[in-house]
């Protein structure tokens, strides 16, 4: 079986899209529901395809009624410019379907009518797919960039909150502009969930960054950046301060002074090997 075939069994079709095609089909919308299967396809396709070019672990792909999520086994532990390539391959997408588009309108192969129906899905798609909140294009785009500067679990942190601060505002703009959208409460019911579930989830999520950051396989390290901490600290509280695209080695200090240097390793092999899981570095000191 082939990456592409075997890519194919992993294509999975949310209720929420079932339910959009089944509409479409009763009410005889075959076009409009063909421009619209087409666009999400290759959007989500587009992601997977730049995630099989960095050989990452595809679980599944989940086809929406405006897009689409590709669910990976990578945990936040690849560099942050193939994240920013993968993310970026969906939206990407839209640039030549819509040039594709024109051509065809230009050369009268489809009609305008045809050719305005597919623009405003296309259009539609991409920008929904870029608004800032978790788990749209926008959102992950968002917390790359928290996590640029804030380590693993206050970047995610943050991005919850910029994410339901946004949501609240598209609540708002829904409320005022159009109340009996439904396909626009369609959408904001499945960011609320999605929000929720990774806020459910965010401590999770976390030691999932931590094992496959000590299981996981060698990877280039493009940045050493040292961690310093007090004797005194818990394990785990010195492994909340890891950070993405980062190697940290472990300068451990007590009264000002420098007493020894450990690296990363060695801390999450004690945490999830030895299970020193409230042991203080102090005490990892004396046990290595």
């Given at each position: 079986m082939t990456?592409?075939?075997?890519?194919?069994?992993?294509l999975h079709i949310h209720p929420l899209l079932w339910f959009v095609m089944a509409l479409g089909l009763m009410t005889g919308h075959i076009k409009p529901l063909f421009c619209l299967m087409t666009i999400?396809?290759?959007?989500?396709?587009?992601h997977a395809t730049a995630a099989i070019y960095f050989s990452w672990r595809i679980r599944r792909i989940f086809l929406l009624p405006f897009g689409g999520t590709l669910e990976v086994d990578e945990h936040g532990n690849r560099p942050l410019n193939e994240e920013v390539v993968v993310?970026?391959?969906?939206?990407?997408?839209?640039?030549?379907?819509?040039?594709?588009?024109?051509?065809?309108?230009?050369?009268?192969?489809?009609?305008?009518?045809?050719?305005?129906?597919?623009?405003?899905?296309n259009l539609t798609i991409l920008v929904i797919n870029l608004f800032p909140v978790w788990p749209l294009d926008g959102g992950k785009l968002m917390f790359l960039i928290f996590s640029k500067y804030y380590p693993y679990q206050k970047a995610q942190r943050i991005m919850l909150i910029?994410?339901?601060?946004?949501?609240?505002?598209?609540?708002?703009?829904?409320?005022?502009?159009?109340?009996?959208?439904?396909?626009?409460?369609?959408?904001?019911?499945?960011?609320?969930i999605s929000l929720y579930k990774e806020y459910?989830?965010?401590?999770?999520?976390?030691?999932?960054?931590?094992?496959?950051?000590?299981?996981?396989?060698?990877r280039e390290v493009f940045q050493l950046k040292p961690i310093i901490v007090c004797a005194s600290d818990q394990i785990y509280d010195v492994m909340l301060r890891f950070k993405r695209g980062c190697k940290h080695p472990i300068v451990i200090e007590k009264d000002g002074k420098k007493m020894s240097q450990l690296d990363e390793n060695e801390v999450l092999h004690a945490y999830f090997a030895n299970k020193?899981?409230?042991?203080?570095?102090?005490?990892?000191?004396?046990?290595?």
């Open positions: 990456k592409w075939t075997e890519l194919m069994t992993k999400i396809f290759i959007h989500e396709l587009g993310i970026l391959a969906g939206p990407l997408q839209h640039i030549w379907l819509q040039s594709a588009a024109w051509l065809l309108s230009v050369h009268a192969i489809i009609g305008p009518q045809l050719f305005e129906m597919f623009t405003f899905y910029f994410s339901c601060f946004n949501c609240a505002l598209f609540i708002g703009g829904v409320l005022l502009v159009s109340p009996f959208q439904l396909s626009a409460w369609v959408l904001l019911t499945f960011l609320s459910r989830d965010r401590h999770y999520s976390h030691i999932r960054f931590l094992l496959e950051r000590y299981y996981g396989k060698d020193h899981t409230t042991s203080s570095m102090e005490e990892l000191m004396m046990a290595l």
